[in-house]
């Protein structure tokens, strides 16, 4: 049987509609016991990939796993290539890059780091998709990703670098790195980078994240933009998750504004009537703030948690809604603020076995423990797996063999030649012979 019919039949039977639990097989473990801070205080500053976390402070997926959230809301690219009209196709496809983190909305736990080699698939029928991923590097710890339309409608890649940094009271995550859309029947290729993730009041009070920076979604071939910013918080948490920009020409005019929460829901509105609403709520809140003192935090005191009805976007009149959040399920809370499609990720089915390669991260055994709800077996893993590697990297230091990455390779990326890893193709047709051992 060729590696194409196989997919075929194996993808009929895992992964798609069929595959779908309500639950993990364990609620998440309390994090109250463990002092962050007693680890993070010696690390102000440094580049914290290489410190060593306790396991109750993740959540049992993989990086790899958490990066196919990407595609939670496929449906934006599927809508952007029915759309004729250029201006159209950008307003789904901002929507798909802003709907991307938007499943990072009050998941505090960390995702395990990917072993080298470490691989992930996942093949969605429902969807229309199938995405594939590599731990391309260790130090630094690069993740390579190459996912593509069903029909070969659309090609979705990138390699996320993600640059974590201690600040005292808080955790920043910068995601370097380029992703690429590109839509065959319109020639079009799209890039952007992600906004930076800050997890905050590490030391004491409720763990709470936000999104900050912007995000320019370039359309190569037409020279359309949307310039976007997440902005930070601000005081009285009245900027909190909120997204706005415009899409603008090739000549910086402005076509459209966009709006709303990159937690909750994204409208399109004519600039002009954006720009006016603008100005008359600046006017009301610099009169609000004059009424109010402005407080200084002291160190030891939580950065302060924004009152939740900073949650609801006020709709200008004339907007057009373009993506709303899927609601997560109610039981979310209790399983580590999962959505109901990152419930999915880890799930390993009968239908599986054989058929997935050895270095898939539903096979990893730590990961697999913490998802059973073995905490000790998971940091029993997770320290033998990392001991593991850190052999198996000191053999190859004293032979000439090197490392060799299997799915992806270095190079320019084509539309804005930055630093790439681009996938070889070959990975569908399920011959897995001489994968690393890594678990």
């Keep these: 049987m060729s590696g194409k019919s196989n997919h075929g039949n194996q993808s009929a039977q895992y992964n798609g509609v069929q595959t779908h639990r309500s639950s993990l097989p364990a609620p998440m ?7 962050v801070w007693s680890i993070l205080k010696k690390c102000i500053g440094m580049e914290l990939s290489k410190i060593a976390m306790p ?6 997926l993989s990086f790899l796993q958490r990066l196919a959230e990407y595609m939670e809301h496929t449906y934006l690219i599927h809508q952007a290539n029915t759309a004729a009209d250029s201006v159209e196709r950008m307003k789904c496809i901002a929507a798909f890059a802003v709907s991307a983190v938007a499943s990072q909305w009050e998941r505090t736990g960390k995702p395990f780091n990917p072993l080298l080699g470490e691989t992930y698939e996942l093949i969605r029928d429902d969807l229309g998709f199938r995405w594939v991923s590599e731990q391309v ?6 993740s390579a990703f190459h996912a593509e339309g069903l029909r070969e409608d659309f090609v979705f890649h990138g390699s996320i670098y993600p640059k974590l940094k201690c600040w005292g009271k808080s955790i920043e995550a910068e995601p370097k790195g380029t992703i690429t859309l590109e839509l065959p029947k319109y020639n079009e290729a799209y890039t952007w980078t992600n906004p930076t993730c800050c997890v905050h009041n590490i030391i004491v009070g409720q763990l709470w994240i936000e999104q900050y920076g912007n995000v320019e979604v370039i359309n190569h071939k037409t020279g359309e933009r949307c310039s976007m910013t997440f902005k930070p918080c601000g005081l009285f948490g009245k900027e909190l998750h909120k997204v706005e920009g415009y899409i603008l020409d090739k000549n910086k005019k402005k076509l459209c504004a966009i709006y709303g929460k990159w937690t909750e829901c994204l409208y399109i509105v004519d600039p002009a009537t954006f720009d006016a609403y603008k100005k008359t709520d600046k006017k009301n809140s610099e009169e609000k ?5 402005s407080r200084n935090s002291v160190d030891e ?6 009152p939740p009805d900073a949650e609801t976007v006020q709709v200008i009149p004339g907007s057009e809604l373009i993506w709303r959040i899927t609601p997560r399920p109610e039981n979310s809370a209790k399983f580590y603020a999962f959505s109901t499609f990152t419930m999915q990720l880890n799930y390993l089915e009968k239908t599986m076995e054989g058929v997935l390669p050895s270095t898939d991260s539903r096979l990893r055994p730590d990961i ?3 998802e059973n709800g073995d905490i000790d077996l998971a940091s029993a893993e997770k320290k033998r797996l990392e001991e593991k590697q850190r052999a198996a990297r000191k053999n190859r230091s004293k032979s000439t063999e090197e490392w060799k990455i299997r799915w992806f390779q270095q190079g320019p990326n084509p539309h804005n ?3 790439d890893w681009l996938y070889l193709k070959g990975y569908w047709d399920r011959n897995y012979s001489q994968l690393p051992d890594i678990y």
């Excluded at 473990?29 to 002092?35: E, G, I, L, Q, T």
């Excluded at 396991?55 to 049992?60: G, I």
């Excluded at 590097?137 to 690069?142: D, E």
């Design 29 to 35: 473990f309390s994090r109250n016991d463990v002092s």
């Design 55 to 60: 396991v109750v402070l993740n959540e049992p």
């Design 137 to 142: 590097s260790h130090h630094p710890p690069i």
């Design 289 to 293: 703030k004059s009424n109010k003192e």
């Design 301 to 306: 005191e939580p950065e302060e948690m924004p």
């Design 368 to 370: 697999r423990a913490m």
């Design 417 to 419: 030649k930055a630093q």
